[in-house]
């Protein structure tokens, strides 16, 4: 019984600091990827910009159609700070790299293990569907999550006035 308590305490806490993570007081876990080139991206690299995280892959549908305002989002607040980190769920290199061609995802930061949902990075972010966005202010703490479309402008207005 006592090794079940302590299990639920730490779940619970970890459910806890994870609802409480949009407030800014949560680091995201550092993503650590390859972009399609070969070369290794880190997330912690972007600190000092606000970086929305996303999600994604070519065979999502949903992802697909939020990605022309994701684009948006990206060439109306680049200039003041705001980048994506594009994080795919894909297991086919070219399949990713035709999509962020074709919906010409113009950031520099994409990455992948093409792991697909096999990825470590789904457990450690506790998300089961996409496209899911985190929202993460200049020091790199969580402030928004699946923000999206008019929310998404709302917040990045808001942060990067």
Known sequence: AETFRNQYSQIENAY??????????????EIALT???????????LKGKVVLIDFWASWCGPCRQENPNV???YQKFKSKGF?????SLD????????????????WPSH???????????????????????LLLNREGKIIGKNLRGEKLEE???????
């Open 35 to 45: 972009n399609p080139s070969g070369q290794l991206m880190k997330l912690s690299d």
């Open 111 to 133: 990455v992948s293990d093409l792991l697909g949902w096999k990825s470590p990075l789904v457990t450690t972010f506790g998300f089961d569907g996409i496209p899911f966005t």
């Open 155 to 161: 917040k990045l207005s808001e942060l990067l006035k």
């Open 91 to 106: 297991e086919n290199a070219a399949s990713w790299k035709e999509a962020i061609q074709k919906d010409r995802l113009e």
């Open 71 to 73: 684009l948006r989002m």
């Open 83 to 87: 980048t994506v980190f594009s994080v």
């Open 16 to 29: 806890y600091e994870f609802a409480a993570s949009v407030n800014g007081t949560v680091s995201a876990p």
